[in-house]
């Protein structure tokens, strides 16, 4: 199975590349990947309790965006920040580019029950829906907001299973509250984009029985529930806390990889699979 699955470890802090050797996925051994690269916040100190991963565009190239929590090193703390890392960086910790604290922006929700969740959706997808900007009170158009990029990053907190959408500047590590969504699940423990289906998908762990939501825009511009889903069958109410989709590259039959990540680590696998519909629902 080709490809790279990317995955982020609470504590300490790390980011892993993860590579299929025809058996399992393991942790890539170049480039001083073998045991993950740690993650430190802008200036090289702390370890950001890491959530969530993502990257903008088409490749992780452009950088990879981590959700985060609190700073492990003030664990009573609220700190819900997006962190950009550069993955190409040389040695075993990566120190972020970029930090936006989103805390004060965000409701007051305690130091572990924070920012679980990180996607990035682009500006064409959303433009072509006609998305609806909340803070402008108009259709979002990407040209009123300087340095963000091609997209929106898309959070979701575990406290209370909304998910925010967010302009982030590169330059000034500003950003814009852009919409407030609701996913009707008690808690989002992680966000993933279907870019094939244009599928924005929010999934629960234990907490919810695993269950898991597909949003899509309606003709207001907003991202409401589409479709509900159980867990997986066969699969036991693990503490699933990451998502991952494949893409339509690796289809086979109508159908394509999707992964769990169980932050149990149960019977000691912290990766699951399973199928996924290559077409519409």
């Not at 040695?91 to 805390?103: H, I, P, S």
């Amino acid at each position: 199975m080709p490809g790279v699955l990317w995955g982020a470890r609470n504590g300490p802090g790390t980011l892993f590349r993860l590579i299929f050797n025809g058996t399992n996925w393991v942790p890539d051994t170049a480039n001083s990947w073998g045991s993950g690269k740690a993650l430190r916040y802008p200036g090289g100190a702390g370890d950001p309790d890491a959530e969530g991963v993502t990257f903008a565009g088409g490749r992780s190239s452009g950088g990879m965006y981590v959700s985060t929590e609190r700073n492990n090193s003030a664990n009573t703390v609220s700190r819900n920040s997006v962190l950009r890392f550069d993955p190409a960086a040389a040695g075993a910790t990566l120190t972020a580019t970029n930090e936006w604290n989103l805390t004060a922006d965000l409701p007051v929700v305690g130091a572990n029950l924070g920012m679980e969740a990180i996607t990035w959706i682009p500006d064409t997808f959303l433009v072509s829906k006609g998305f609806y900007d909340e803070s402008k009170n108009h259709t979002y158009n990407p040209a009123e907001y300087a340095n963000h990029g091609s997209g929106l990053f898309f959070v979701g907190l575990e406290a209370n299973g909304i998910i925010y959408a967010y302009v982030l500047d590169h330059v000034s590590n500003g950003f814009v509250r852009i919409a407030t969504i609701t996913s009707g699940l008690a808690g989002v423990m992680d966000l993933q984009f279907d870019r094939d289906l244009n599928d924005l998908w929010a999934v629960c762990d234990d907490t919810c029985q695993g269950r898991s939501v597909v949003l899509r825009i309606d003709t207001t511009g907003k991202f409401t529930v589409a479709r509900r889903f159980e867990r997986p069958a066969g699969m036991p109410n693990l503490n699933n806390e990451g998502f991952a989709i494949a893409p339509a590259t690796l289809c086979v039959g109508n159908t394509k990889p999707v992964f769990w990540s169980d932050d149990s680590e149960t019977d000691g696998h912290a990766i699951r699979s399973g199928t996924l519909t290559c077409s519409v629902f």
